[in-house]
């Protein structure tokens, strides 16, 4: 008689729980349909807005390069290669002389001179 009535309440407690574990298994579907929409209208523009963005950005890195970087490029090539040439006309050819070394080491302070006789 007990085990009957034992039996009676586990039944009816499987049953509760069978009907609240199918209700929150419909509640999760009808949130997961809910996110898939929401996805589908709202995260779709954002997508699409980010990929406006990049697109612009391409645009303006490339004006940039074409309109700004480029010409320093070759302007500063032209300046390096006219300097170049100045101080390659302009530069004194002769070999230059070392200092003679004084007796007690020290550099001789005295300028070098370009014609000096050696005894």
Known sequence: MISATLRDIAIIIIA????????????????VWRLVKLLQTEIR??????????HTVRGTASFVSDNVVEPVIRTSG??????????????????????????????????????????
């Not at 070392?98 to 007690?104: L, S």
């Open 16 to 31: 509760v729980e069978s009907i609240v574990i199918g209700v929150l298994i419909a509640l999760l579907v009808w949130q």
């Open 78 to 119: 032209n300046v390096v290669r006219v300097r170049r040439t100045v101080q390659a006309l302009f530069t004194d050819l002769r070999p230059t002389r070392r200092r003679a070394k004084a007796p007690n080491g020290a550099a001789s302070s005295s300028p070098p001179t370009s014609h000096s006789a050696n005894p």
């Open 45 to 54: 523009p954002i997508i699409d807005d980010a990929q406006e963005t990049i």
